[in-house]
């Protein structure tokens, strides 16, 4: 196990496994680096480390799939658990172990350095000369509204009287080289913070930081708690203080290893137009909203910057191994905490965040004695269905133990042999829905409300598997693997 503490050593480290492709020749700016990443994530290829932009001064580099779906089939979630300072071989469920776990330990806060020790500050960009029109910012889709300036950075934020930080990742679409503008949802932390600032009838300081170690980007990307520090959990799972620096022109610190930090203010009102942009549910996005603009005042980066970007469509990328990876910690931890015995939690990465698998031991019913499977199914929907997380997730499926939840093969045999055609499920009706799945109907969307529903699949007596593991006696199933 090691944990990167900057963008290039974990690079360097993919490189060394063979999961980095290298792509030396000049690529125009528009479509084409967003292009090979989509294609990288459907085919499973080495990430695209694009070391020649059209347009962009020479060094300046552009970093696709940075926590997709690794090229190494013996370890599939190689990026997301080297990411987070766990081995490459580490399986979904380890890392979403992982997860949980460093919930519940005390958080190890930042350190703060000299600005000569952060290498995000080897360059400082003010006024003019602080341009997005620098960077290799590409359209990451057709019938995107703009270049998206923001797909894989951390915003990092804080309440006026400053008891409160976070770390997010957001939208943001580049407008023009000074002013961009970004999606900010009133119950999400980033959106809770800027109508503190709406409030007083002040312009919110945000930095946002391009680059940073691949766990602030990972962390960044998942659910913890309201008024939880990211910087701290970050720390808690790296075993060490993050290392930040003052901004050079605002109140905030940043992580002082990030390739590149644009700092400015955020309006107090929702004065441009973002979107359309190609989301997670894997459709092209269509209609823009009004949203807050994102001014630039001052750019800092390293030497030979290395922009990363995450292009959101069919699975799978980045929403589809890290988020969920994120929102399945959240449900394990929020039922553990609520006493319920639970293997794991688990979404399956095709299913584009919309099935969460919630698998329970083969003896949860000694644990909750007189407990029907029914109850159980009720009690789990109770438990997450008041989540902010699981606003995402209309479908929750409970299940034995019995299969490998990440082998697909496996999850899609055992949900068309186990889920009743009607009845065995618990419907939540009026439950809080967004507009990104797409299984509900516009009245749904409009209002914000819809029904979820958990599926009842559990097994009253488990039956042997028609399998080689379970339908042979041991002797055989040797005799047949030393002479395979």
Known sequence: M???????????????????????????????????????????????????????????????????????????????????????????????????????????????????????????????????????????????????????????????????????IARVMKVDGKRMVGLIVPSQHIGQIWAEWVNIGEPMPYALVQGPAPAISCVSGIPIPAHADEADYIGTLAGAPVPVVRAVSIDLDVPATAEIVIEGHVSITRDCQEGPYGEYGGYLGEGSSAQPTFHVETITHRDDPIWPMSVTGRPTDESHTLWAMGLAADALTYLREANLPVTTAWIPEDSTVHWLLVVVPQNWRELLPGVSSEALSQRIGEVLFKTDAMVFIPKVYVLDDDFDPTNLREVVWVLSTRVHPVGRRVVFDNQRVIRLPQCYDEAEYVAGLGAKVVFDTLQSKRHLHASFAQGYPEAIRQRVLDNW
């Not at 084409?32 to 480390?49: D, F, K, M, V």
């Not at 951390?154 to 009287?161: A, C, Q, R, Y």
């Open 2 to 168: 090691k944990y990167y503490d900057d963008l290039r050593s974990y690079i360097d480290a993919l490189d060394d496994m063979g999961d980095i492709m290298h792509v030396a020749r000049e690529v125009d700016g528009d479509f084409e680096p967003s292009a090979i990443t989509r294609r990288s994530y459907e085919i499973q290829s080495p990430a695209p480390l694009f070391h020649k932009v059209a347009g962009t001064e020479p060094g300046f580099r552009l970093f696709g799939a940075p926590a997709g779906l690794s090229s190494r089939a013996d370890m599939p979630y190689a990026r997301v658990a080297m990411s987070l300072g766990l081995a490459p071989e580490s399986s979904g469920p380890a890392i979403v172990e992982a997860l949980s776990a460093a919930r519940l330990q005390p958080g190890i806060p930042p350190v703060r350095v000299d600005s000569a020790a952060a290498p995000c500050q080897q360059n400082i960009l003010r006024g003019d000369d602080a341009t997005l029109d620098l960077f290799p910012i590409p359209f990451a889709h057709d019938k995107d509204g703009g270049r998206y300036a923001n797909t894989w950075g951390t915003l990092i934020v804080k309440t006026p009287d400053g008891k409160w930080v976070n770390w997010s």
